[in-house]
T-cell receptor, first 114, second 110 residues
Framework: KAGVTQTPRYLIKTRGQQVTLSCSPISGHRSVSWYQQTPGQGLQFLFE???????NKGNFPGRFSGRQFSNSRSEMNVSTLELGDSALYLC?????????????FGPGTRLTVT | DAKTTQPNSMESNEEEPVHLPCNHSTISGTDYIHWYRQLPSQGPEYVIHGLTSNVNNRMASLAIAEDRKSSTLILHRATLRDAAVYYC???????????FGGGTRVLVKP
């Protein structure tokens, strides 16, 4: 089975621009979660989608948004980019989105904002 | 979310067992205990999880205290590839949010 894939792997954007990141979960997985990793804050939860509905959201500003499609693929969008948004963005998929099941992470998208 | 306490770092020799403790005294009765690890320059990787009973898989064993206030991840024979940051994360049965703390950085010496 193919693992979680994320595109693009690397991205350079300018302050004020917006960006869309994509995540394809493992086949059959219906839950997709997004995380931000920075050297200062570590790994932080952004949001989770299950069956096209956002079920959980972390403490991030409204500039961070996401969605999930009927095939479980997910996208996250960051508008009006700030320098502090430079980070590794990771997505994780799981079978059913409960603590009963493990999560599988993708390789991440490295976003640099200049 | 339940709080966790893990040692900042541990060292081990190759081929020897590694016991990684985690204190989660505020865990609720329905929280699963998950362990993940993150190798350098990679995304986190699932290791093992359990609820009440001890669990074994090909990567590791998980020993859960009877009162569930602590657990220990056991790597039976450490290899150089096991050098990573290990995170212990209680997660609700009805939820899916992983709250990563500082984790334990494991160094494996040849």
């Amino acid at each position: 089975k193919a693992g979680v894939t994320q595109t693009p792997r690397y991205l350079i954007k300018t302050r004020g621009q917006q960006v869309t990141l994509s995540c394809s979960p493992i086949s059959g997985h219906r839950s997709v979660s997004w995380y931000q990793q920075t050297p200062g804050q570590g790994l932080q939860f952004l949001f989770e989608y299950f069956s096209e509905t956002q079920r959980n959201k972390g403490n991030f500003p409204g500039r961070f948004s996401g969605r999930q499609f009927s095939n479980s693929r997910s996208e996250m969008n960051v508008s009006t980019l700030e320098l502090g948004d430079s980070a590794l963005y990771l997505c994780a998929s799981s079978l059913a989105g409960t603590g009963v099941y493990e999560q599988y992470f993708g390789p991440g998208t490295r976003l640099t904002v200049t | 979310d339940a709080k966790t306490t893990q040692p900042n770092s541990m060292e081990s020799n190759e081929e020897e067992p590694v016991h990684l403790p985690c204190n989660h005294s505020t865990i609720s009765g329905t929280d699963y205990i998950h362990w993940y690890r993150q190798l350098p320059s990679q995304g986190p990787e699932y290791v093992i999880h359990g609820l009440t009973s001890n669990v074994n898989n090909r990567m590791a064993s998980l020993a859960i205290a009877e009162d569930r206030k602590s657990s220990t991840l056991i790597l039976h024979r450490a290899t150089l590839r096991d050098a990573a940051v290990y995170y212990c994360i209680p997660i609700k049965a009805a939820g899916n949010k992983l709250t990563f703390g500082g984790g334990t950085r494991v160094l494996v010496k040849p």
